[in-house]
């Protein structure tokens, strides 16, 4: 009866044995994954801290827009300035606001319009940097897993060309193809999981700020539609 014991005194099993015994199209499977989760954690680090920034500009501008200062002295500050944010919206709606006073608009509702659309033209911006690169750890927390499997299943041919070869059953001979297969496994995994929390936190956190964002934008649309009444009535 043929020795069924596991892998004998010799056969190391450790992670880099593993991987240094592994053939090219695993390896390539493991350091792409492996690659693949170090860029998940840049974005996710990156990607924190750029919302932590965010929140904070929009608290200190939310602060300064209802501090009772003058539209045109916020907007002479900002103007000039990358503002990020509420800021951006406001710069945008300011511009397009005195663009059109400047050439003489008398259409109240096409000038609400223009700075509605000029609005939202900010707010996509705003939000295409904000949600910018989210799109990488979707596809790696859905991917990732079968890249991993690939690798299991290459693993596992070779487990079984090992035995073919040998003529042996002896786990000596199939358990680094396993553990092989096992590894690439357990990368795929390691890569996804972290992608798929991670997407789903960020996500949520930029649809928030989003929603503040949006917010103020239809707060301030209210405030513009207000003050071009007023002075569509002094020219009448």
């Known amino acids: 009866m043929e ?3 596991l892998a004998e005194p010799g056969v190391q099993l450790s992670v880099w044995h593993l991987f240094a015994q592994a053939g090219w199209v ?3 499977v493991m350091i792409g994954l492996l ?10 680090v990156d990607k924190l801290i750029a919302f932590s920034r965010m929140r904070g500009a929009l608290n200190r ?4 827009f209802w501090s009772g200062q003058s539209l045109e002295e916020l907007y002479r500050t900002l103007a000039d300035r990358k503002t990020p944010g509420m800021g951006a919206i406001f710069v945008a709606a300011m511009r397009e606001w005195k663009k059109s006073f400047e ?13 509605d659309k000029a609005m939202d033209l900010a707010l996509t911006r705003e939000m295409e940097k904000l949600e910018g690169r989210l799109g990488f750890l979707a596809t ?3 991917a990732g897993p079968f890249i991993g499997l690939f690798g299991t299943v290459v693993g596992i041919m070779t487990s079984f060309q090992a035995i073919a070869g040998s003529k042996s059953t002896n786990l000596a001979v199939v358990a ?13 995994l390691l890569a996804a999981i972290p992608a798929v929390i991670a997407y789903n936190k960020l996500s949520s956190d930029a649809g928030k700020i989003g929603v503040r964002m949006e917010g103020f934008a239809d707060e301030f649309s209210a405030i513009l539609s207000r003050q071009i009444d007023e002075k569509i009535a002094q020219k009448a």
Do not use: C, D, Y
């Open 61 to 64: 501008f939310e602060q300064i």
């Open 103 to 115: 050439k003489g608009a008398k259409s109240p509702l096409g000038l609400q319009m223009r700075i």
């Open 140 to 142: 790696i927390g859905s």
């Open 176 to 188: 680094p193809g396993i553990a092989e297969a096992l590894l690439a496994t357990a990368i795929g």
């Open 3 to 5: 020795n069924l014991s």
């Open 35 to 44: 690659a693949a989760s170090i860029w998940t954690w840049a974005i996710v």
């Open 26 to 28: 695993v390896k390539l």
